[in-house]
């Protein structure tokens, strides 16, 4: 059975990308292989000088991320960095680390967006980015000398003109609104998806619900096998580096119920009474939960 190519337009930097954490686990789950994955970073800054002119400063930057923690659930540290950071460095490590595969390129981008909204790493220098590389279980040192090298500025370059090509390939996303204006017309926002199968695609321009991703992949391949949703247990079992209390809420609800972030958190919390998972401490007041049992 032919799985549905999905790529994925982001950069670690935006708050919608990450707030979409939890549909993006949630599409993991319900699909496993049937979906094959390819990222496409967009390179939304590299460095920081217009948002100093527009009077941005570390301090805002927090206050802003706050209120998409309120509003989607992801954790936010409300400590704001000693400077602003620009994503450009950050997007080239993901490319370095895809080189040893699209799931290592997976793994670093995950590391760098919690890092982005829950630490005060400073993330468009090295030694930010090592330290997230090493918490994804990456070769950290190679992965740093790698974001100087030819062939991975070439990648990020590659990626970024594709991001950047959404007047040509994502007209969708332009008639929703859900594009930026660029050279050459249009860019692609954070989080879009485009769904691909059999030469068919469908297009999911920037911040979306779930169901319209679900929707996309029901149009495409409506005899695609779906799982069930899990229990936190084995959810967790299936993610070892951790999901955060939101995603596990997003993953576990039944079809047509809401996410219920409390009934997730209380879940969650009898399970670590019980020496089955394990609780690290992210953000101002959310965890990392692993299966450990």
């Not at 993006?24 to 979906?35: A, I, V």
């Not at 090298?149 to 969708?172: K, L, M």
């Amino acid at each position: 059975m032919a799985p549905v190519r999905v790529t994925q337009y982001t950069d670690p930097s935006c708050p919608w990308a990450y707030s979409a954490e939890p549909c993006l686990r949630s599409l993991e789950w319900r699909y496993g292989d049937g979906l094959e994955w390819r990222t496409v970073m967009i390179g939304l800054s590299e460095d920081t000088r217009a948002r100093e002119r527009a009077g941005v400063t570390p301090e805002s930057r927090v206050e802003g991320w706050l209120d998409f923690g309120d509003r989607y659930g992801m954790p936010v540290s409300s400590t704001p960095r000693t400077r602003l950071i620009s994503s450009g460095r950050a997007c080239r490590a993901v490319k370095a680390a895809e080189r040893d595969g699209a799931a290592a390129g997976a793994r670093m981008l995950r590391a760098v967006r919690l890092a982005w909204f829950t630490t005060t790493l400073l993330l468009d220098a090295d030694e930010g980015l090592a330290e997230a590389a090493a918490a994804a279980g990456l070769d950290a040192g190679a992965i740093v000398a790698g974001i100087d090298d030819p062939g991975v500025e070439a990648a990020y370059q590659r990626d970024r003109a594709e991001a950047r090509s959404a007047s040509e390939t994502g007209a969708p996303a332009v008639a929703q609104g859900r594009a930026a204006e660029s050279e050459p017309g249009a860019r692609f926002t954070a989080p879009s998806l485009v769904f691909e199968r059999d030469g068919r695609t469908l297009v999911a321009g920037g911040w979306q619900p779930f169901d319209a991703y679900d929707l996309c992949v029901a149009n495409l391949a409506p005899d695609l096998p779906r799982r069930p949703p899990p229990d936190p247990a084995d959810l967790l079992a299936a993610y070892p580096a951790g999901l955060v209390t939101v995603e596990v809420a997003e993953v576990c609800r039944e079809r047509n119920d809401d996410r219920s972030v409390a009934a997730a958190a209380t879940a969650l919390a009898e399970l670590e009474r019980a020496g089955i998972v394990r609780r690290t401490p992210i953000g101002d007041d959310d965890g990392l939960w692993q299966r450990i049992a």
